[in-house]
């Protein structure tokens, strides 16, 4: 067996269309709803419009059908009545005829008879007999002409219509009808001819004239004249009678809704198609009617269609501003909940409105809880009561507090907090007081963070009151107090003033308390102030004298609280460690003096030494003079010579006996632009007799173009004469063979620490130096010989440092094996060549390291 639904739902089509166009409008989309609710009145008035025109067009084709209808039926009684008129007329004249055909009636009788009929009926004109030969028997009331004329127009030579009337009837043995016109100057005839029969032979015509004039005026019903144009025509449509509309061929009458010229025309029965007549409706008011309706219609119908155009344009707006309205609600309300205030809404009678989502959460209770209630409210603590009941009517009074008001709140789970609510009053949009909003937020914890703070704060204040240093804070270009702890208060007072007095003493950079320094602190105080704080703080050493104390000042810039750039100084008494310090120095003094005083004696063998070679040299010139001048070997020229450089010598002891008693004085070099060449030529003089002693030669090289050295060239000739002798005792220590024993002395520019510097250096072939006399090398009075000082290296030291030079020693290897070693000491050219720099950076010697 098949399987069959036993019950199955109706498909959609089977639906009922009342259904079916409800499920259709369920399924649209909003949108499209309303654009088809805006359509569907807009195609029902273009449907109506439509409707009406269609009526309406009904209504005219139906009128014009009744109309034509109407002149149709009217025509056809105005024929009838003309026929019976005509045939009444007809009648009686063929009863004369058959009178004079039966010769009951003579020519007197005729002309009677004649005249009665033509006065009974104005219609008919005249009257005539006429016999067989066309010949005039008599005739009456033919208007138009006389029994001659007639006569003449039967002449047969002037054949004419008429004759042929008369044929017809002859011929016909019928009474013949003929339209006539004889001329323009007279009114249209209609003619009848009655044959006339004679014993059954034809003896002529009877012939009557109608007026068609007369015809159409006591023929055509009253009535039928006033409601349309009658007029009677010829066969070929020619105007006989009667009046005509004249055919205006219009625009509006070749449209289809205006009415055609409504006519009808026939023939007038006994007559035939020689007398048509015709009627024509006159123009129906009706047609304007109808117009007029249609325009009343059509006007209303598009003003439908505008304002509903105009009512959907306005809705839709409508919508738009209700959309806007509802996202902005929306908005509100996301807002609204995302928010940490609490809101309340009460009326001006004091019952809660509105609570909002932060209101309830803060309080534990829900909306429904609170919505309604008035005082005393849930969530009021019920120690606070009476305060907050007080609370509440000064608000509702208007009597708010602007900052607000701290209570405590107490939630749901009995818990309490604090929290700080502020009223503004809830206006309308017609601007009326509807009621107060309170906003409450939740200050537990900035009351926490502000009790911490204040704990806080108190500890600063109380470790900045017990510090022994005096702390300020002032801004820049202000005379103002920022921060002045305690010792600052205590030697300085509550102004100011003692803060400009550190910052001005201390030689920092001056706060702008005075006009002519506010050019350079405002371009100052325009750097960006985060900048500032990072700069090094300032320290400065001064004594003040009101306070009779040595303070230790240090600065520093900070970017205050408030933005504004300050300076705080930091004082701190130093008034004891200064006075330490300077009993230290003194007695430090006293005792170098003293020691330098011992150093003197021990110093005396050294001097000699120094002094050796210039006394040697002296003995040896002297010497040499002597023997000369014995020998007579002399010119007087040698002589000047010998004695000049004896003189020299002489005086060169006298400059080191100067020099190293102003240097044990300490005094500071004397320094003056030296030219190197000069300096190694001297040195190179005064070692020779020494070197020459030790069987040692001396190599020199200077380089050339070498500047002048801002030194003092004695004491460098000094330094360079102690390398050289060590250098010849050192080879004369190694018992080096004559060959070996060279010593060379380099003087060449080079960039040392990225400064160009003179460099010496002398190299000698000796044993160099064991790594425990390089340990000890510059120890004064250090030494490995059995007769040496141990100041030599330690002089050359302090000289070659006090020109911002260095000393430097190294061995020299030959492979393994030390082959002699290298002493070479630098002097800086620029800062020497310059008077100013090295004015300025002149130390004084260091003493010796004793
Ligand atoms: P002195 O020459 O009176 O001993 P110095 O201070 O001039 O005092 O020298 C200290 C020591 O350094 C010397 O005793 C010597 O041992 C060592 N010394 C100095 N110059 C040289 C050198 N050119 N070669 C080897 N040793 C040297």
Redesign the pocket.
């Known amino acids: 067996m098949p399987f069959k639904n036993l019950v199955s739902l109706p498909s959609p089509m089977e639906l009922p269309p009342v259904e079916r166009a409800r499920r259709w409008w369920r399924r649209l989309t909003p949108h499209r709803q309303d654009r088809v609710a805006m359509l569907a009145p807009l195609a029902a008035v273009l449907l109506f419009f439509a409707a009406i025109v269609a009526a309406l067009g009904y209504l005219r084709v139906e009128e014009i059908d009744r109309e034509r209808e109407a002149v149709q039926r009217d025509v056809e009684y105005t024929q009838q009545r003309l026929r019976l008129r005509l045939l009444e007329r007809q009648e009686q004249l063929m009863r004369i005829a058959r009178e004079i055909s039966s010769r009951e009636l003579d020519l007197d009788d005729f002309r009677t008879r004649s005249e009665s009929m033509i006065n009974q009926y104005p219609e008919l004109q005249g009257i005539a007999w006429i016999d067989d030969r066309r010949r005039v028997r008599a005739s009456f009331g033919t208007a138009v002409r006389t029994a001659h004329e007639l006569q003449q127009t039967f002449d047969p030579a002037k054949r004419n219509d008429t004759d042929s009337g008369f044929s017809l009837a002859r011929e016909s043995n019928q009474p013949v009808y003929q339209q006539r016109v004889w001329s323009t100057e007279f009114a249209p005839l209609l003619q009848m001819h009655i044959p006339l029969n004679e014993r059954g032979r034809f003896s002529g015509v009877l012939m009557a004239e109608y007026s068609v004039d007369g015809l159409y005026r006591y023929g055509v019903p009253s009535e039928v004249s006033a409601r349309y144009a009658v007029s009677l025509l010829d066969v070929n449509g020619k105007l006989l009678a009667g009046t005509v509309i004249p055919n205006k061929k219009t625009v509006t009458g070749l449209l289809p809704w205006t009415n055609p010229t409504n006519e009808y025309a026939m023939p007038v029965s006994p007559v035939g198609s020689g007398l048509v007549i015709r009627a024509q409706a006159y123009r129906a008011s009706l047609g304007v009617i109808g117009s007029g309706l249609f325009w009343l219609v059509a006007t209303l119908s598009v003003m439908t269609a505008w304002m509903l155009i105009a009512n959907w344009r306005h809705t839709r707006r409508r919508v738009q501003a209700q959309q806007a309205l509802m996202s902005e609600t929306n908005f509100r309300r996301a807002m609204e909940s995302s928010m940490l205030t609490g809101m309340r809404a009460m009326d001006l009678q004091g019952r809660i409105t509105y609570v909002n989502t932060a209101f309830c959460q803060m309080t534990g209770w829900t909306e429904s809880d609170l919505v309604g209630r008035t005082a005393p409210f849930p969530y009021w603590p019920d120690a606070d009561r009476e305060h907050l009941a007080s609370h509440l009517e000064k608000e509702l009074a208007g009597k708010t507090v602007p900052g607000g008001v701290q209570v405590r709140v107490k939630r749901r789970d009995g818990s309490l907090f604090d929290a700080r609510l502020y009223v503004s009053p809830l206006i309308d949009s017609q601007g009326t007081q509807t009621g107060w909003m309170t906003s409450m937020t939740d200050i537990t914890e900035p009351n926490r963070v502000r009790e911490q703070l204040s704990a806080s704060h108190q500890r600063f204040t109380t470790v900045l009151e017990a510090l022994d240093a005096s702390i300020s804070v002032a801004p820049l270009g202000s005379d103002e107090l920022l921060f002045a702890n305690k010792l600052y208060r205590q030697w300085f007072g509550t102004q100011s003033g003692g803060h400009l007095q550190l910052v001005a003493e201390a030689g920092m950079p001056p706060s702008p308390t005075n006009d002519e320094s506010q050019d350079s602190v405002d371009s100052f105080a325009g750097l960006p102030t985060s900048s500032l704080p990072d700069t090094d703080s300032e320290n400065a050493e001064i004594f003040i004298r009101p306070l009779g104390k040595w303070l230790e000042v240090r600065t520093r810039y900070l970017s205050w609280v408030d933005g504004r750039l300050a300076q705080m100084v930091i004082a701190t008494d130093i008034t004891s460690r200064r006075l330490a310090e300077e009993q230290a120095a003194t007695q430090a003094e006293r005792a170098q003096t003293s020691s330098r005083l011992i150093t003197m004696g021990e110093m005396a063998s ?1 001097v000699a ?1 120094e002094l050796n070679q210039p006394l040697t040299a002296i003995n040896n010139y002297c010497n040499g003079m002597v023997s000369r001048i014995k020998a007579q070997q002399i010119s007087e020229q040698d002589l000047l010579g010998a004695l000049e450089k004896t003189a020299h010598q002489a005086q060169r002891a006298g400059q080191i006996i100067q020099r190293i008693r102003s240097f044990v004085k300490r005094s500071e070099p004397n320094r003056t632009p030296s030219e190197v060449s000069v300096m190694v030529a001297e040195a190179v003089e005064l070692a020779e007799i020494e070197l020459r002693r030790f069987n040692v030669r001396l190599n020199h090289y200077v380089a050339a173009r070498l500047p002048l050295l801002m030194v003092d060239p004695i004491l460098i000739e000094q330094v360079l004469v ?2 050289l ?3 010849a ?3 004369d ?1 190694a018992l080096r063979q004559t060959s070996e024993r060279i010593v060379e002395l380099r003087v060449v520019p080079r960039h040392i620490e990225g400064k160009p510097v003179i460099e010496f250096s ?1 190299q ?1 072939t ?5 790594p425990e ?1 390089m340990a ?3 120890e ?1 009075f ?4 059995s ?10 030291r302090s000289i070659v440092e006090s020109h911002l030079g260095r000393i430097n ?1 190294e061995n020299l290897y030959n492979g393994t094996e030390v082959s ?2 290298r ?1 070479s000491f630098w002097i800086p050219m620029t800062e020497a060549a310059l008077p100013d720099a090295s004015a300025n950076s002149a130390k004084a010697i260091k003493p010796l390291d004793i």
Do not use: P, Q, W
């Not at 250090?782 to 010989?785: A, F, G, M, W």
């Open positions: 050294s030494h102690n390398l002798r060590n250098a005792e050192s080879i220590i002398v000698d000796g044993k160099g130096l064991a006399v000890r090398l510059y004064a250090y030494s490995t010989k007769d040496g000082m141990g100041i030599g290296l330690s002089l050359c020693a002699g070693c002493f």
